[in-house]
């Protein structure tokens, strides 16, 4: 089997507001995106479909197939659309980034040739983007950035091989990163608010487990949790996971952008 992946962008306006709800409920839950007169996004939408190899032409799927399929139903239904007003599905869903997957999912599975859609990601912004692949509820996956230092040591071993494994890293005074988390959420969208989680609901709880303890901080001298234990990325997305867990039922997946170049993943304990 093979799978292949089409990038396409499209830009639609919406609000959350549940009608029956008081301005107050509304605020409440949605912040700003309860605005009645809407805001907008420039989604990128990207499609990933698999199939067999075709050894005549050496593809799966022309690419211009896909976009037939896919690309004018973008087009068609979604780009430049105020979503609330103008498209059916989403006058008794709510147009979140969960439920446009489901939408966008439910109008395309089975209709391309040659092939099955394999897996579908929106990106709403930088910092938060959604995800389905076939017998699996949505994920949506919430990006933050904080700052911080710190020294690469484990007191299990000798000062000489630390420095050999960690060189630089393992600099007396410490050194930092620009850190990006990343964290996935999973599960069915909330059949009145369209979400896999309250947004709101996981911001705050990241800010104080998270934010608060690690951001302009120095991992080693100023958080309990790396007082004794070495502030690996490996390390950091177990603690994170752990600080997390207990308070975000559905958690699915801790990512840690350590720099650009180094990406960390951790599904939790059971997955190990
Ligand atoms: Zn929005
Ligand atoms: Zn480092």
Redesign the pocket.
């Known amino acids: 089997m093979l799978y292949l992946s089409r990038k396409m962008y499209f830009s639609a306006a919406h609000y959350y507001r549940v009608d029956e709800w008081s301005e107050k409920e509304n605020q409440r839950l949605f912040g700003p995106c309860s605005n009645p007169h809407g805001h907008g996004h420039d989604y990128i939408l990207e499609v990933m479909v698999k199939g067999k190899l075709n050894n005549d032409s050496g593809i799966v799927v022309n690419i211009t197939d896909i976009d037939k399929v896919v690309k004018s139903f973008v087009q068609k239904e979604l780009d430049g659309k105020f979503l609330n007003k103008e498209i059916h599905y989403f006058e008794t869903h709510m147009p979140t980034t969960e439920n446009i997957i489901s939408y966008i999912w439910n109008s395309l599975d089975g209709k391309i040739d040659n092939c099955q859609i394999h897996k579908i990601r929106l990106r709403e912004n930088d910092f938060l983007y959604a995800e389905k692949e076939e017998s699996t509820l949505v994920r949506l996956t919430r990006k933050y950035h904080f700052c911080t230092a ?1 020294r ?1 040591h484990s007191d299990q071993l000798s000062n000489e091989e630390n420095r050999e494994i960690f060189g630089k ?1 393992n600099n007396l005074y410490g ?1 930092g ?1 620009n850190y990006y988390l990343e964290v996935t959420v999973s599960g069915k969208p909330d059949p009145i608010t369209g979400m896999v989680s309250n947004l709101a609901d996981i911001d705050q709880i990241v800010e104080q487990e998270i934010m608060k303890k690690f951001d302009h901080k120095n991992l080693n001298l100023d958080t309990e949790e790396f007082k004794e234990l070495n502030p690996t990325s490996e390390n950091m997305t177990i603690v994170i996971w752990n600080l997390l867990s207990p308070k975000l039922r559905n958690l699915f997946k801790i990512g840690l952008f ?1 720099t650009e170049k180094n990406y960390f993943e951790y599904y939790g304990p059971e997955m190990e």
């Open positions: 710190h690469l890293c050194h990163h350590e």
